[in-house]
């Protein structure tokens, strides 16, 4: 069982290594473009977004898994979605590379928690799987392959 201690430990995480994400795509725009303060501006923006959005989102599950309200989940991705969407039309109006950098920057976090969720070793080895979902993934299995062979029962 995950404490908050452990969340929050994750969460930091994300965070660190969503900034480095950042920090390695305004070097590699350097570059590419050259110093662009609107690329740097446009790209800390959306990461300090994407931070925010987070957040945003784990407070609305954690009230929503609490209280049972749905709406709260709701009225979180409403808040979010529109959060992105002004960042974005100010980031665009601003320049094209800043609009893009903003994208870029909404992106940040999802390297390290694809890193942390689908690749990293420890995850992977020890995610326990319920028995009786492990049973019936394995049916699934034999049933794809006894169709694929051409097999009957």
């Known amino acids: 069982m995950t404490t908050m201690d452990d969340i929050h430990k994750l969460k ?8 480095l994400v950042a920090l390695v795509c305004e070097l590699i725009s350097f570059f590419i473009l050259g110093w662009d ?19 945003i989102l784990a407070f609305t599950l954690d009230r929503m898994l609490k209280s049972g309200n749905q709406g709260t989940s709701a009225l979180g991705f409403f808040v979010r979605m529109t959060l992105y969407c002004v960042v974005f039309y100010f980031a665009i109006t601003r320049s094209y590379a800043a609009g893009a950098a903003c994208l870029i920057g909404f992106l940040t976090l999802k390297v390290p928690m694809y890193y942390f969720y689908a690749i990293k070793p420890k995850f992977n080895t020890e995610r326990k799987i319920r028995p009786e979902v492990q049973a019936m993934y ?9 169709e694929y062979y051409g097999r009957e029962e």
């Not at 303060?37 to 957040?55: K, R, S, W, Y």
Request: net charge negative.
């Open 12 to 19: 930091k995480q994300i965070f660190l290594y969503g900034s």
């Open 37 to 55: 303060l609107g690329f740097l501006t446009g790209l800390l923006a959306g990461l300090a977004t994407a931070i925010v959005n987070f957040n």
């Open 138 to 146: 394995e049916e699934e299995d034999k049933k794809a392959e006894d």
